[in-house]
């Protein structure tokens, strides 16, 4: 969040005057901790395209890639408004060097029988990969909480699965042999029904013609990107398509991985071991990263 009131939302909680006391130093923090870890991520070559999640706005990302840490690298920002009543959106960032944008469109969820409900858009984007001119098909998600509980909050992310599938098959019908990678935080687990009922992922060494592979699946079932109640879950995932798993364009994708360095970790007091070093707890203040690890997969190039 910005420390701005945007009347549209209900960000009060995030302004100098709000419970959580969000002013410019701490802004500035966040976007130095955020900038760093990104940066870091990519150790010596910095990610060539990032999707964020919980963001308020196109400030938030201009401010983020306007940074020193981040100018150097050249990003654009590619963003849509959504209609989530906090004012919470999701975004992409892209090299210029490694990355042409070809188009953006953003997938509106949506309830038939409740006009009301409202949630984070998806953001969609084909992106030709520099400088082998490939071309991949990014989604970047954060689909709905489990607030309520999972069983009942269950159908609200088995709709945006659907609604996400329903546009990959389409893309595919006209693009079978390019990259498409689902990524960001799905708030669901491997083998959750969003992803084998929804995305309809399958194993690896199933695999065939159109099908979509949840690359964190071959992870370790002890660890994770996030922590509840002393039990990590993998919630964030890169979902990418058979095409992308078999190298049958020109790109191949390597294992998805956890950003696990010491300094995004804290101990876990209350229960055992580590967990992410967030910004706040409750309205108190922690000065940390965020609540999610961070992932990242690696593109590679397949010679002619």
């Known amino acids: 969040f910005d420390t701005q009131d945007d009347t549209l939302t209900r960000d009060e909680e995030f302004l100098p005057e709000g419970r959580k006391g969000w002013n410019d130093f701490r802004y500035r923090e966040k976007l130095t901790n955020t900038a760093k870890t990104l940066l870091a991520v990519g150790y010596e070559n910095p990610p060539a395209m ?9 400030k938030v990302m201009e401010d983020l890639v306007r940074h020193e840490l981040m100018q150097p690298f050249n990003y654009r920002v590619v963003h849509f408004e959504s209609p989530d009543r906090r004012g919470i959106d999701v975004g992409l960032l892209m090299q210029r060097e490694h990355c042409r944008l070809l188009s953006a469109s953003v997938i509106r969820l949506r309830r038939d029988e409740d006009e009301e409900w409202v949630t984070r858009d998806v953001l969609y984007a084909k992106v ?3 400088p082998w001119a490939d071309t991949a098909h990014v989604f970047v998600n954060h689909w709905p909480s489990r607030r309520g509980g999972e069983e009942a909050s269950r159908p609200l992310r088995l709709l945006a699965a659907k609604a996400v599938k329903e546009k990959v098959d389409s893309v595919q019908q006209v ?9 960001g935080d799905l708030n669901d687990g491997v083998g959750d029904a969003s992803l084998v009922h929804g995305l309809e992922v399958v194993p690896r060494v199933e695999l065939s013609k159109g099908d979509l592979y949840d690359a964190m699946s071959a992870l370790d079932p002890l660890l994770g990107t996030h922590k509840y109640r002393g039990h990590w879950a993998y919630l964030d995932h890169f979902v990418i398509n058979q095409a992308w798993v078999h190298g049958q364009g020109r790109t191949i994708v390597g294992d998805a991985k ?4 010491y300094w995004l970790l804290g101990p876990d007091d209350r229960y055992t071991g580590e967990y992410p070093k967030r910004t706040y707890a409750g309205p108190r203040y922690l000065g940390g990263y965020s609540d999610h690890l961070p992932i990242y997969l690696d593109l590679f190039r397949l010679m002619p």
């Open 50 to 58: 990032i999707g964020l999640c919980e963001i308020e706005n196109r």
């Open 128 to 130: 030709a990969l520099l």
């Open 175 to 183: 693009d079978p042999l390019h990259g498409i990678v689902i990524m």
């Open 258 to 261: 956890v950003f696990r360095a």
